[in-house]
T-cell receptor, first 112, second 112 residues
Framework: LAKTTQPISMDSYEGQEVNITCSHN???????ITWYQQFPSQGPRFIIQ???TKVTNEVASLFIPADRKSSTLSLPRVSLSDTAVYYC?????????????FGSGTRLQVQP | DAGVTQSPTHLIKTRGQQVTLRCSPK?????VSWYQQALGQGPQFIFQ???????QRGNFPDRFSGHQFPNYSSELNVNALLLGDSALYLC???????????FGSGTRLTVV
């Protein structure tokens, strides 16, 4: 499984755009990049997933360069409720029987 | 549509005791995975059940065991509890044929 590297923590203020970058140098050809969000005392929640270029949904955008060795999760205009831990995962999407490998994630603190 | 339900939400046990945690998967999901999350760390994969059998296992001792019932619900059993077993235990369900994982809110186990 491709190993991922993320910053341990980030700080931001309400209304700002936050970009969290994840490095995955050993990503395989059939691997996708998935980001999860976790609030205290809750399970991780799927945010966004992509394979290449740019993916956008109602919550975030995911930018993946051509070499796919890194990815950037972009959260537009964060609010206090975006304070959470964000995990970058890399793996194939073939089945729902994959053992997910989480790193330590990025702890985002949004201040007023 | 109910998501993943875990019980109990909190539990305090004494070292050496045994504990059973329960998980009801999201409707339509047939695969259940269990994760252990220590404070400040990402979730670590324990094992996965599909068709009532353990299919994959992470690096956990055999004090950790489980079961899946015909209705797809699952139990996690931990014997001979150690102080280091104190953690948030998360259950994730999925459909074996498709990528997509839904996590429960977890059971907070404290071993004293």
């Amino acid at each position: 499984l491709a190993k991922t590297t993320q910053p341990i923590s980030m700080d931001s203020y309400e209304g700002q755009e936050v970009n969290i970058t994840c490095s995955h140098n050993n990503i395989a050809t059939n691997d996708y990049i998935t980001w999860y969000q976790q609030f205290p005392s809750q399970g991780p929640r799927f945010i966004i997933q992509g394979y290449k270029t740019k993916v956008t949904n109602e919550v975030a955008s995911l930018f993946i360069p051509a070499d796919r060795k890194s990815s950037t999760l972009s959260l537009p205009r964060v609010s206090l409720s975006d304070t959470a831990v964000y995990y970058c995962l890399v793996g194939d999407m073939e089945t729902g029987r994959r053992a997910l490998t989480f790193g330590s994630g990025t702890r985002l603190q949004v201040q007023p | 549509d109910a998501g993943v339900t875990q019980s109990p939400t909190h539990l305090i046990k004494t070292r050496g005791q045994q504990v059973t945690l329960r998980c009801s998967p999201k409707s339509g999901h047939d695969t259940v995975s269990w994760y252990q999350q220590a404070l400040g760390q990402g979730p670590q994969f324990i094992f996965q059940y599909y068709e009532e059998e353990e299919r994959q296992r992470g690096n956990f001792p055999d004090r950790f065991s489980g079961h899946q019932f015909p209705n797809y619900s699952s139990e996690l059993n931990v014997n001979a509890l150690l102080l280091g077993d104190s953690a948030l235990y998360l259950c994730a369900s999925s459909r074996s044929s498709n990528y997509g994982y839904t996590f429960g809110s977890g059971t907070r186990l404290t071993v004293v």
